[in-house]
């Protein structure tokens, strides 16, 4: 217990290997004596090993690793075992063409670990934030069955799916975002800088401004006085959402149930979360796992508090001996084509081919969907910034047409 409390820090090192090739990387562990000995029972005899010194601003190694990234990865190294490339020479291959550091390295340390006789499941599931349970234990039953080169085509092809279909999302909602965020800042430039040199120039005219002029006006003097309160309000209103999403488990379900509820945008996140299903519980079961465990990580998989709750409940319906469709049309939330398929799966004995029909379906609709969102969102944002804007142009020449009407 007490080894639990010991904080492991970074080291690098650099060594060689069982077939004598100089080789370098990271290692974490609680002292330089510990990493000397983990490399050496990796198979690396090592000639430097120094504490990492922390970068002065930030991370220095580079850009993060995305899960875009992994999918890359692998499908590489599933292309590599299929061409029958061995194991280690294959993570070598792919290391070679990888361009970010922090990939280069979690692909190396793998490397060391398999070479060292490690099994390539356990060896990705030391890292977990790269590598979910799902992802291991498929590897891992691709290893005890002897198909590890199918198994990897496998996940590369769910992983590379299930990107797509984020990026999709993401595209669909970046865009009116990014619209938005920039008519707000050019909304508050005006007020604060623009809209002061017309106060003082209608000073001078003497007369009553027209109501949409000095309602403005007013604006403009709240947003100058208390524009460092609004910006601190606002940064603290993100934190809070982010950290209520993150620590309240009520907080986030209420989210999940009304991202379900909001028109158009529902329908793509129920499309969404339904091809996911499809996909990972058609992929989990064609793999050999069995079913429940294939719904346990389905549920994982699901993306949506709503979802997953029904998911575990079909899981526990289908322990005690009900049938797949049953279960699931008994939650009321899986649509009918979705139904009907299964069912025939179930008879035909074909139910991962039937749930991939369903999740490329899905993942078309998806597509479809958020395709005639952006050319739908698109004159509407221009709408709003043409009305922020130009409102805010026609207040401030108000008072001068009136003027030039008046002579």
């Known amino acids: ?55 002065l601003f930030g991370g220095g190694q580079g850009k993060a690793i995305k899960a875009a990234d992994i999918a890359i ?46 099994g390539l499941a356990p060896s990705l599931a030391k890292h977990p934030r790269h590598f979910d349970d ?22 590369a092809t769910y992983k590379e799916k299930t990107e797509q279909l984020k990026a999709k999302i993401r595209k669909a909602m970046t865009y009116p975002t990014a619209v938005i965020v920039v008519a707000l800042i050019v909304c508050a430039i005006l007020l604060i800088k623009v809209v002061p040199v017309f106060a003082n120039t209608f000073q001078s005219f003497g007369s009553e401004l027209p109501a949409f002029t000095q309602f403005v006006m007013d604006i403009s003097d709240f947003v100058i006085a208390w524009w460092f309160v609004m910006l601190l309000g606002i940064i603290g209103i993100v934190f809070a959402f982010r950290e209520a999403k993150l620590r309240s488990v009520a907080f986030s379900e209420w989210l999940d149930q009304m991202a379900l509820r909001i028109p158009v945008v529902g329908g793509i996140v129920h499309d969404a979360v339904i091809a996911r299903f ?16 294939a719904l346990n990580s389905t549920a994982g998989a699901a993306g949506n508090s709503v979802y997953a709750k029904a998911i575990r409940r079909i899981r526990d319906d289908v322990t005690t001996g009900t049938t797949l469709y049953n279960s699931i049309k008994s939650t009321g939330l899986f649509p009918n084509m ?14 991962d081919e039937m749930l991939d029909k369903v999740a490329t379906h899905y993942e078309a609709a998806v597509d479809n969907a958020v395709d005639s969102l952006s050319s739908l969102m698109e004159p509407l944002i221009m709408s709003i910034l043409g009305v922020l804007v130009g409102g805010l142009m026609i207040a401030m020449y108000l008072p001068i047409f009136m003027l030039g009407s008046v002579i």
């Open 1 to 55: 217990m007490a080894t639990s409390a010991i904080k492991n820090e970074t080291f690098a090192w650099s060594g060689t290997d069982k077939a004598g090739r100089t080789s370098k990387g990271e290692i974490e562990a609680a002292s330089q004596a510990m990493a000397k000995a983990q490399l050496r029972q990796q198979g690396i005899k090592p000639k430097t090993v120094r504490k990492k010194p922390k970068p």
């Open 134 to 155: 799902l992802f291991c234990s498929l590897v891992g039953s691709g290893e005890d069955s002897g198909t590890l080169e199918v198994m990897l085509d496998r996940v």
């Open 278 to 293: 499809s996909r990972t519980l058609a992929t989990t079961f064609a793999a050999g796992v069995p079913l429940v465990d």
């Open 338 to 351: 979705l139904l009907q398929m299964v069912s025939i799966g179930e008879e035909s004995g074909a139910l």
């Open 73 to 118: 990865f692998t499908r590489q190294l599933a292309t590599m075992l299929k061409a029958g490339v061995p194991l280690v020479q294959s993570f070598e291959i792919v290391e070679d063409g990888l361009d970010k550091p922090r990939m280069r390295e979690l692909v190396r340390t793998i490397r060391n670990e398999v070479s060292s006789g490690s």
